[in-house]
């Protein structure tokens, strides 16, 4: 199995996952806090060298309609810069998998792991895209 990072990218705040090549399960990371690409660049390059990252795996915001919208765009834009850094990349579809709440709702855990919402839908962008 390749090691895989899946990232779940914001403008601020981006969510990482990684499968761990002996079992297989994805495991959330810290959620990257940045202020520009570079920035979400060098910290993902960090990752990606710790750990030897075969593919990164980016959420890619479609419409619900399955179009792409200003949102893609912006998340294309961190590809392409990341993509310089030489590994592998794909898009995987990310609609559905940040936890929606209504107002008053409590903030729960999506998944059991997972510390924050950034990190608990990068890690079902990684888990959708494994199949499991």
Not at 22 to 37: A, F, S, V
Not at 57 to 64: A, D, E, R, T, V
């Amino acid at each position: 199995m390749p090691r895989l990072l899946a990232l779940d990218i914001g403008t601020r705040h981006t969510g990482v996952a990684y499968v761990d090549t002996d079992n297989g399960i994805p495991l959330p990371l810290d959620t990257i806090e940045h202020r520009t690409k570079e920035q979400l660049c060098d910290a993902v390059k960090k990752i990606r060298d710790a750990r030897s990252i075969d593919t990164i795996l980016i959420g890619l915001p479609l419409l619900p309609s399955g179009e792409e919208g200003t949102q893609t765009s912006i998340v294309r834009e961190y590809g392409a810069l990341l993509e310089a850094l030489g590994t592998p990349l794909l898009y995987k579809d990310e609609r559905y998998t940040t936890p929606r709440r209504t107002s008053g709702e409590r903030k729960e855990r999506v998944l059991p792991q997972a510390e924050d919402d950034n990190a608990a839908a990068a890690t079902q962008i990684l888990t959708t895209y494994l199949g499991y």
